[in-house]
């Protein structure tokens, strides 16, 4: 019914196997156990193993509807920086990014047809990352998105989020989250740090993907860095006798050098906003007093740091990362949201030292209960078996809810300036969603 995948030929096989018995067996016949028999059972039993194994854990799954008023448009900005690229080895290389916009529109979308879920080069970078052939993933083309690429923005200006992806993860994986926040009337600038993304595909037809090669070498001594953390949480220390030894840790950890080359990437794109307000496909769209940052993972660390370093940052959040550096000595000027996975007691809360100061203005600690680091991707609907996918206990569509309605909240607060949308009221609504509001550094 949906059409030929592969991940069904184990099923198509059993359905030519069940008519040829239905024609060619005689039902009524007694039967006679042979070696020959014996071994057709056990390749029938394999087959079936199989075929139920593999549209389950690669499915085409149903992402969720967004329940904002505007439709979701896409577009995509290429900008060739003056900045050395860092990562390759000719020096003559110049930092190249590509950036998926998701804004909202009013445009009549009855007659058209949504983008493909994820672009090719993302998909390669996925099918590379875990040993498939890229032509494993084209069963993602009949996955039903949200978004429709280049049709017009709505009419008046709206807040801009800058968006941040995980280290070495799809940048456009993240339909459910950003697709949301665009149809509530945000433009989302979908952030692609070129060579530390799956992959990128740019408007002359070359591409970059992961490079393997330069994470092995910057992450060479990572555990000589991260080990006194590690010895700190096991040997049982106090939060303030582990306090110093994190603190000088996190300093040197390769990732602060990561997340620092991201913070860059960011402020140079807020540079570029008033020049796309003026034409292209977002010509006076932005509201660029209403500025917010926010990422995942690695990316959320490095939006942390945007707000750190920009002024023109007016709210922040993080899912679910650990911001690097020298935040540990430092607080927020602006409201910030932190929402982390619900890690199990032994994982190292190295976060709790980073935030120790937390901000001057607002600041949201949250935690979603039951979920996994990858519950804040589209993982958990394009692999829903969480010990595959490393993802929680928690309802992916759930989790999703939860996390979008706070991003959502927080942003309407703090940026919209709206007053019936203050995040906390979420934990009263959502069982699985801790909250604390802190304000100045105490508690409220």
């Known amino acids: 019914m949906e059409g030929w995948r592969w991940q069904m030929v184990p099923a198509y096989v059993l359905l030519v196997l069940v008519a040829w018995r239905l024609k060619a067996v005689d039902g ?7 070696w020959l028999r014996g071994l057709g059972y056990v390749l029938l039993c394999l087959l079936l193993v199989i075929g139920w194994v593999l549209p389950m854990v690669l499915p085409v799954f149903s992402l969720p509807e967004p329940k904002g008023s505007y439709q979701v448009g896409t577009a995509l900005i290429y900008e060739q920086t003056d900045r050395d690229e860092e990562i390759t080895e000719d020096p003559n290389d110049k930092r190249e990014l590509l950036y998926k916009i998701w804004y909202p529109s009013e445009a009549d979308i009855t007659n058209m047809k949504a983008e493909p879920y994820v672009d090719q080069a993302s998909r390669a970078g996925f099918a590379t990352k875990y040993g498939l052939p890229p032509a ?18 709505a009419n008046g200006r709206f807040p801009v989020l800058l968006f941040s992806h995980g280290y070495g993860s799809k940048a456009t994986g993240y339909y459910a989250l950003l697709t949301e926040l665009a149809s509530q009337g945000y433009i989302v600038v979908n952030m692609n740090h070129t060579y530390e993304s799956l992959g990128v595909s740019f408007p002359d037809g070359h591409s970059a993907s992961f490079d393997y090669d330069y994470q092995r070498r910057i992450s060479a001594n990572a555990m000589e860095t991260i080990e006194p953390i590690a010895n700190a949480f096991k040997q049982g220390l106090n939060y303030e006798e582990r306090h110093p030894v994190v603190r000088e840790a996190i300093k040197d950890y390769f990732e602060g050098a990561i997340q620092e080359r991201w913070a860059q990437d960011m402020i140079g794109t807020i540079d570029l906003l008033e020049e796309w307000n003026a034409k292209g496909p977002l010509k006076g769209a932005l509201d660029l007093e209403r500025l917010g940052v926010f990422g995942h993972s690695v990316g959320g660390g490095a939006a942390g ?32 949201l932190y929402l982390s996975a619900d890690w ?10 980073v935030y120790a100061h937390k901000s001057q203005d607002l ?40 996390s979008s309605s706070l991003v959502a909240s927080f942003f309407d607060t703090h940026l919209k300036q709206l007053s019936d949308t203050e995040p906390e009221k979420l934990s009263v609504v959502y069982d699985l969603l801790e909250l604390r509001v802190y304000e100045g550094g105490e508690e409220r």
């Open 305 to 336: 740091k945007v707000a750190m370093n920009d002024k023109r940052i007016k709210a922040a959040a993080n899912l679910d990362g650990i911001q690097w550096g020298t935040m540990i000595d430092s607080s927020y000027h602006v409201p910030y």
């Open 344 to 353: 199990p007691a032994e994982h190292e809360d190295i976060n709790a030292h």
């Open 136 to 153: 494993a993933l084209d069963y993602l083309d009949k996955v039903q998105t949200y978004v429709y690429p280049g049709i017009s923005v």
């Open 363 to 402: 600041f949201y600690e949250c935690k979603l209960r039951q979920s996994g680091h990858p519950n804040f991707m589209d993982i958990p609907f394009m692999v829903p078996v969480p010990a595959l996918a490393g993802t929680g206990t928690i309802d992916p569509y759930e989790g999703m809810e939860i």
């Open 28 to 34: 009524f016949a007694p039967v006679k156990f042979s």
